[in-house]
């Protein structure tokens, strides 16, 4: 892709933004909703200005329990797919149980993190973990299992140790698998950490959502969800910029530099 | 041939089931015996299923006779047998790796430092008609000079065997004669032993210099066929009355046999 090209992407994007909010300003004025109901694109604008420093505040805990759950989530998934994929005995072991739990929503455990852990950050941060960390460790048994049989048989005719075997192919085979899983479980993320701040907590964006819906403060309340899916696409999108640099080779990465 | 030495590879008495959950299992090859001969270019000529992968990966070590035995160089297999190169259908290069990178995985894979032996890498791709893409991915190359670098890759260490699976079946006509055009010169120049699997029977009689013919499963020798066609064959040795004359013999077998109607 050129850098012409690029420019030219871009400002699609924005183009479509553009007349999105400009169809939503439209609808308000044509059909008069009043402000409870759907405030005008200004409005909530007015509202996110005035409002910022709160907002701002509030995002660092949000940001800081997903992300908090979302690396917990990875640090365990991806070693326990390894694991899994490494050895039999222990897939019996812990693939059931661990599918079990998945059966329960988990966002219906989020009372109950709040009786163990209280009203602070730690029940967002368990339920985003909770969340996030099924789609890792299943995508990565997948990536890792996905490797040509004949590929391991052409490692062993050249004498290669398990463990190099591993490193040098299945891993790397395995990535693309890996960030597919880490792309839908950052979104996972936010869901669980929101869903903690809804059932119990006295800060962050989903503490800022129910009090502003408590108080049909609807201009605030459109603010705190633009801001909110602001840092979902980032994280998603960092999340894309870290796979662009890990796996260039991948078809689905070519033509696309960092 | 002369048995007075022990030859090269030896195959003797080899049989392969496969288990089932009841009954005696499926027999995928029966009472094989083979001898072939350091710097011999033999190919493994059958239908689809009559158990020539299965005895190249015998051979290789990777899968283990259910009676019989294998030896090479008077060594009995026991454990996959690392002095070789296999080259399979499938390419099996790495997307993540330059051309270069993946020839030199059969070092590194052996625990071998790569760096020795980049120059020696860089001439064997250009002896296949690839200088200059070094540095390229797999993924920018065709599917003939794919499968070439993976014959670099089974060439680079210099083993004396070569185990080829049906490795051109996946290329187009005209890729295909070239790179059986290159593979013999690069045989003729090394002195490679090969043992190649492929069910083309044209393939067979232009490369080899024995064709071995094998029965629908359980795989046993039907026949062998000595090639006496002069080398180094080109393209209008096809022409010929010798070659149609061998390719015709094939037919035949295959006709009797039931593979052929």
């Known amino acids: 892709m050129t850098r012409d090209d690029r420019w030219r992407n871009a400002a699609w994007t924005i183009l479509s933004f553009v007349l999105i909010i400009a169809l939503w300003d439209l609808v308000v004025r044509v059909f008069h909703l009043p402000t409870y109901l759907v405030p005008s694109p200004g409005t909530v604008m007015g509202a996110g200005l005035e409002q910022w420093p709160l907002l701002l505040e509030q995002s660092l805990w949000t940001s800081g329990a997903i992300l908090a759950g979302y690396l917990a989530a990875v640090l365990v998934a991806v070693p326990l797919g390894m694991l899994i994929v490494a050895s ?70 050249m004498g290669a140790p398990r463990w190099r075997m591993f490193l040098k192919l299945r891993l790397p085979h395995a990535l693309p698998s890996i960030f597919g899983g880490l792309k839908v479980a950052s979104t996972l993320a936010v869901v669980g950490a929101l869903t903690g701040e809804f059932i119990g907590s006295d800060r962050g964006l989903g503490y800022v959502l129910v009090q502003a819906s408590g108080q049909l403060n609807t201009p605030l309340l459109f603010a705190t969800l633009v801001v909110l899916s602001v840092i979902a696409m980032a994280f998603f999108y960092a999340i894309e910029v870290l796979e662009r640099v890990c796996i260039p080779w991948h078809v689905s990465q070519r033509g696309h530099p960092v | 041939m002369t048995q007075t030495s022990e030859p090269f590879i030896r195959i003797d008495q080899v049989e392969k089931r496969y288990p089932a959950r009841r009954g005696e299992g499926t027999l995928a090859l029966d009472e094989l015996t083979l001898s072939i001969d350091s710097g011999e270019f033999v190919s493994l000529l059958g239908p689809s299923g009559c158990g020539k992968s299965t005895l190249l990966s015998m051979v290789a070590g990777l899968t283990r006779p259910t009676r019989g035995d294998i030896a090479i160089g008077g060594r009995p297999i026991q454990a996959p047998y690392t002095e070789l190169g296999m080259v399979f259908q499938s390419d099996l290069l790495l997307d993540w790796r330059t051309v270069i990178d993946n020839v030199l995985l059969q070092f590194e894979m052996r625990g071998i430092d790569p760096r020795g032996h980049r120059e020696q890498a860089r001439a064997l791709i250009a002896s296949v008609g690839l200088a200059g893409f070094e540095a390229k991915h797999p993924w920018e190359l065709s599917g003939g000079m794919r499968q070439r670098v993976a014959i670099c890759r089974a060439l680079v260490h210099d083993p004396a065997l070569l185990l080829m699976d049906e490795p051109f079946g996946a290329l187009d006509a005209l890729t295909r004669e070239q790179i059986q055009l290159d593979l013999q010169r690069i045989w003729q120049s090394r002195r490679k032993t090969v043992l190649f699997v492929t069910h083309s029977i044209a393939e067979a009689v232009f490369l080899s210099d024995r064709v071995v013919v094998m029965t629908p499963r359980p795989g046993r020798i039907h026949a062998v066929l000595d090639i006496a066609l002069p080398r180094p064959r080109d393209l209008a040795v096809r022409e010929s009355a010798q070659f149609s004359a061998y390719v015709r013999e094939v037919g035949h077998i295959f006709q009797a046999l039931g593979v052929l109607k």
Request: hydrophobic residues 60%; aromatic residues 12%; proline residues 11%.
């Open chain 1, 88 to 157: 039999p005995l222990l897939e019996r072991l812990l693939y059931p149980p661990m599918v079990a739990t998945q059966s329960i929503p988990k966002i219906a455990l989020a009372p109950l993190f709040v009786v163990w852990f209280g009203f602070g950050i730690w029940p967002k941060v368990s339920v985003a973990f909770l969340i996030a960390f099924f789609p890792i460790v299943v995508d990565t048994i997948v990536g890792l299992r996905g490797i040509d049989p004949a590929m391991i048989q052409l490692a062993r005719s």
